[in-house]
Nanobody, 127 residues
């Protein structure tokens, strides 16, 4: 059974940091891409970052580039999202998802291309 478990959300002040974790099981980790998405109330789901586990390539949304870093620990089948210099606009429910194959520049942010999803974790940034 494929499982993705997102954790690490919480309340943080603007300018602070938070690290989200996506723990996975039930599939060949190194053959997939793992993406982070977020959805704020009243807004569409937005692609935040993606990492190709085997190729180590990464992509970021423009709104988080330079502040967030995606990484993976293959031994733990876990992907992390390090969030630095957070802003109130980062407040959302964050989801991780898995897609077969690598992230691609033209598709990594398309949620329909992901096969498996975890439950979300709430991130709230206070001003």
């Amino acid at each position: 059974e494929v499982q993705l478990q997102a954790s690490g959300g919480g309340l943080v002040q603007a300018g602070g940091s938070l690290r989200l974790s996506c723990t996975t099981s039930g599939f060949t980790f190194e053959r997939y891409a793992i993406g982070w998405f977020r959805q704020a109330p009243g807004k569409e789901r937005e692609g935040v970052a993606c990492i190709s586990i085997g190729k180590r390539s990464t992509y970021y949304g423009d709104s988080v580039k330079g502040r967030f870093t995606i990484s993976s620990d293959d031994a733990k089948s876990t992907v992390y999202l390090q969030m630095n210099k957070v802003e109130p606009e980062d407040t959302a429910v964050y989801y991780c998802a898995a897609a077969w194959g690598p992230c691609t520049d033209s598709q990594w942010y398309e949620s329909d291309d992901y096969d498996y999803w975890g439950q979300g974790t709430q991130v709230t940034v206070s001003s």
